[in-house]
Every structure is written in C-alpha cells, then in structure tokens.
C-alpha cells in the first residue's frame, strides 16, 4: 500500500489506546496473537479484531513462519502521520509563543469593554 | 508555561488547546485584527506575512499571503461564518500550494481561564494528499528532525 493513501483509517486506527499500547509493544519487534494479548485482560479474539484494525490501516503486516502468524509495524506508515503531526505541532507551537508575546505588549482591555 | 495540546478526534478532526495569559478580548482581538494576525500567524522563524486580508464579519474574507523572502511561498483564502465576540469564531479556510486544498471547517473558542484564555480550536483533518502537500511546502524546514517518536504516540 502506498504510504501516502488513507492515512485517515490510519489516525483512526490510533484512536484507541489498546491498539496504540499494541503498536507500542510491536515497535520493539515482531510479536504473535497470544503474544500481544497477554498484557492485557480482554479476549484473544478482541485482540485479533484491533489487530484487523492496524493491519487495514496498513499499520502492521503479519508474516507467516510455519504455523505461527507473527504481526510487524510498517514503519514507513507512522512516520508520515508522524510527521505531518509534528509539522502542525511545530508551526502552532511556533505561532503562538509568538502570540504570548504580542499579547503581553498590547494594552489591556478597558473596563466596559468585556461583557 | 502554556503548552499546545495537540490531539485527533475520529478520522477527520485534530483538536488544538492552549492557555494564555491574557484574557479572552485580546485573544480574540489578536485572531481578527489584521495588523495583530500579521505578527504572530507565520509559522517558522524566517517567515513574513505580508497580505493579511481579515474581514472580521459573517461572510467576511480572509487572505493570508506568506513568504520566506526567497522565493518560496504560498496563501490561504477563507470565509467567516459566525463571530461571537470574544468567545467564538467559525470560518473555513483552504491552502493554496499553489491548487487550492479541500475546505478546513475551524471552529475556535475562547472561555475565561482564571485571568487569562483557554482556547480551543477543532480543524477538519486534511485528506491525505493535501497532508503530502502541505509536507512538500517550504514549511516543512521548520520541523527540523524533531519527528516524534513512536513511544510519543502512546
């Protein structure tokens, strides 16, 4: 999948901290079902049911090694929304330590004036 | 210190909040005076706005040119819908880079905080080739290699 394409289900996918504790648990390496299900206390098929949700946003892929269907991040995906998040993050943050600024040297509001 | 607060909602809204020191007159002044817009509204350091067009009224327009001085820029065009002076305001408003970007829906609002502002503004999430785009800009300089982590996300 291209990593340009519907980022949008990809945000959604992140949306739930299950999915991102399951995310987080995979950036440290590959990881089966059962593996990713133990540190939490919900159902294995709940597990597998958040990993369709990562793996239709194109977020994890699952690779086969014999009977065993351990899932991996897709890095490329996270670091686009990543940084078109860290861009917005960066300019707002910019705009508006600047806006601190020009705030402190307008006058006050007069009295009357606010409602 | 007042730090943005920076979060999605759903599959198509990011929300931003942040407090400010002053009270909500000024910051409501501040986002609907051209002259206060134009110092503040310009992303990263090295960046002017040199037309700010900002009709403060329902129907009202809203033409924000920048540039970095050399030669790289790009405007943003826009309409106010509602203005409740000082606590609300709603506009859409797209990103010329140079082919206009699908409309960004934004609401702001403004409520006391203590003597000072807490605002909140709730933006439509840009498609994913308007987000490629708007990576593409010359804005994108200004986000240095300050890619947030994976562990950031949790």
Not at chain 1, 1 to 24: C, H, K, Q, V, Y
Not at chain 1, 49 to 68: F, N, P, S, Y
């Amino acid at each position: 999948m291209n990593a340009g394409e519907n980022l949008d289900s990809a945000f959604s996918a992140l949306a739930d901290p299950t999915r991102r504790a399951i995310l987080a648990r995979l950036a440290k390496g590959e990881a089966t079902v059962n593996e990713l299900a133990e540190p939490f206390e919900i159902t294995q098929p709940a597990i597998s049911q958040h990993l369709k949700v990562l793996e239709d946003a194109g977020l994890i892929v699952r690779r086969v090694d014999g009977t065993r269907r351990p899932r991996r991040l897709v890095k490329a995906r996270i670091e686009v929304m990543d940084r078109w998040l860290a861009m917005l993050r960066k300019t707002l943050e910019q705009n508006y330590d600047r806006l601190d600024q020009v705030l402190a040297a307008l006058p006050p509001p007069q009295k009357g004036e606010s409602r | 210190m007042n730090k943005l607060e920076l979060k999605t909602e759903g599959d198509t809204h990011v929300i931003a909040r942040r407090r400010f020191a002053a009270p909500p007159e000024l910051v409501y002044r501040a986002h609907t005076d051209p002259a206060i817009v134009q110092k503040w509204l310009l992303g990263p350091e090295g960046w002017t706005m040199p037309v700010c067009i900002n009709e403060a009224r329902p129907g009202g327009k809203i033409r924000y040119e920048w540039s970095n001085g050399k030669g790289a820029g790009f405007y943003l065009t826009g309409e106010y819908l509602e203005l409740e002076p000082y606590s609300r305001i709603v506009h859409v408003e797209r990103m010329h880079i140079p082919d206009a970007t699908p409309d960004n829906h934004v609401e702001t609002r403004f409520e006391p905080d203590g003597a000072g502002t807490l605002m909140t503004m709730r933006m439509t999430l840009p498609d994913a080739q308007t987000r490629a785009a708007m990576l593409a800009t010359g804005m994108e300089g200004g986000m240095e290699a300050s890619y947030a982590r994976l562990d950031a996300l949790v």
